[in-house]
């Protein structure tokens, strides 16, 4: 899976045949097919993979952090590192899938919107537990917090990807540590 996944995040999903795959991989075109019914059940399998790998990443280092404003300070750090070494091949399958997949795949589009509700139903978690704890002010509206993070993340990582250069995702960066010093107690 993490070839083929691999292969979708950097080539594209309609880009990459099942031929690229049994190149890249070895394996023949019926032992791919034993496995996956058809290729869109290989793009969702790779899809699920490759947020698996995403998220875990993620998890480690907001986990590695006593507070809510540290915690969101590891998820802003998190995509920063997309530019620079991307822990997986290609960048954010968030964006690349969200991307592609807008009209042409109805089944990896609601995958994708799926996966954007895990991450911003997390941000609003550490928001929630925040207030909880007296970290963060009680009037921060959660729900539009999280959407301008995740937004201003994938955007300043599509904005760093075109333009070859970590400028656009440092000055998201800036303005994220910004917002988030101001909603911190």
Request: aromatic share 8%.
């Amino acid at each position: 899976m993490h070839q083929a996944g691999g292969l979708f995040n950097s080539r594209g999903y309609k880009a990459t045949s099942i031929g690229h795959i049994t190149a890249a991989t070895g394996f023949t075109k019926g032992a791919i097919y034993r496995h996956f019914k058809s290729k869109e059940k290989l793009e969702e399998e790779a899809l699920g993979y490759l947020t698996g790998v995403m998220f875990e990443n993620l998890t480690k280092r907001i986990k590695s952090q006593n507070n809510a404003g540290g915690k969101l300070r590891a998820i802003v750090n998190f995509f920063e590192s997309y530019i620079c070494k991307p822990p997986i091949k290609g960048g954010c399958p968030l964006l690349n899938v969200a991307v592609e997949a807008d009209d042409s795949s109805p089944l990896l589009r609601k995958k994708a919107h799926s996966i954007l509700e895990v991450l911003k139903n997390s941000i609003c978690h550490i928001l929630t537990r925040g207030v909880e704890y007296g970290q963060v002010k009680k009037t921060i509206d959660k729900n539009y917090f999280a959407t301008i993070m995740i937004a201003s993340l994938e955007g300043g990582i599509m904005m760093s990807k075109l333009s070859r250069t970590d400028k656009d995702i440092r000055i998201v960066i800036k303005h994220l540590e910004g917002l988030i010093n101001e909603i911190e107690i």
